[in-house]
């Protein structure tokens, strides 16, 4: 009997103690998921950085732009281009591949993480030429990545916060944002991006779905930019920040 009630004492430990290592080895496995993140946000700063440092230099900003350009080229031939908002966290570079799983798990420089990259969807072109361009991010935080998305569902946060920059490799582009939808990703399927048979019609569309109502942009609907990223009050909820091209000018 004491022999069993022995084992059964055995056993428990035996359970317990695995249970901690495993819950151990999951906080240094996700430890080290944010050290590598957190790495890499801070080498995406340092490039920015360098951008700053090159127009101090004496450089255009034009000129400073392309060199960032080259040398992110450099590091990884998807690089497409960088996307900043201003006044929030959102200012990286984005990639493309052909298809959109890659870069939900691989950085800016194709390393494997957890968080992956900022990336466009495949269907579109690195020329940036459709009329519809789609930008896929990880809502990591409030602080990262398309996270920041998630507060444009507070009507305040869009009133500095409205215009988007995107700088590709020959032009630097500038979308005003006219809509915020929050969808359930499993009913809404985004258009293929580049079978859009009336960009207008677009346009009008993503408007009357917006959250609240965003004053018109009083401009032609020449090409439509939307940021996506998740959202938490549906199981598979997305937030879809749609922009409307207002400006662009050659980089080169």
């Known amino acids: 009997m004491k022999k069993t009630r022995k084992r059964k004492i055995n056993v428990y430990f035996v359970l317990g103690l695995l249970l901690v290592l495993f819950g151990v080895l999951n906080l240094i496995r996700y430890g080290y998921t944010e050290y590598r993140f957190y790495k890499s946000l801070n080498e995406i700063a ?39 908002i201003k006044y929030t966290n959102i200012d990286f570079p984005f990639m493309i591949t052909d298809d959109n799983e890659y870069y939900l798990n691989h950085n800016y420089k194709r390393e494997k993480h957890a968080f992956g990259s900022i990336y466009m969807d495949y269907r ?72 859009i048979n009336d960009i207008n019609e677009l346009y009008t569309q993503f408007k009357a779905e917006s959250l609240y109502d965003i004053e018109d942009v009083s401009t032609e609907v020449k090409q439509i930019i939307t940021l996506v990223s ?22 080169k």
């Open 46 to 84: 340092q490039v920015h950085n360098e951008l700053k440092v090159s127009e101090e230099s004496g450089l255009s900003r034009n000129e400073a732009l392309i060199k960032r350009n080259e040398d992110m080229e450099v590091i990884n031939l998807d690089y497409v281009g960088w996307v900043s």
């Open 230 to 251: 998740c959202e938490y009050s549906y199981e598979n909820g997305r937030i879809l920040v749609h922009a409307l091209l207002i400006n662009e000018q050659n980089l």
């Open 124 to 195: 579109n072109t690195s020329k940036f030429t459709e009329e519809h361009i789609i930008l896929y991010g990880h809502s990591v935080n409030t602080k990262a990545m398309f996270g920041p998305l998630d507060r444009y569902k507070d009507e305040d946060y869009l009133a500095d916060r409205n215009i988007i920059e995107i700088v590709t490799s020959d032009r630097i582009l500038e979308y005003q944002i006219f809509s915020i939808q929050v969808v359930d990703a499993d009913v809404i399927i985004l258009d293929n991006p580049s079978r």
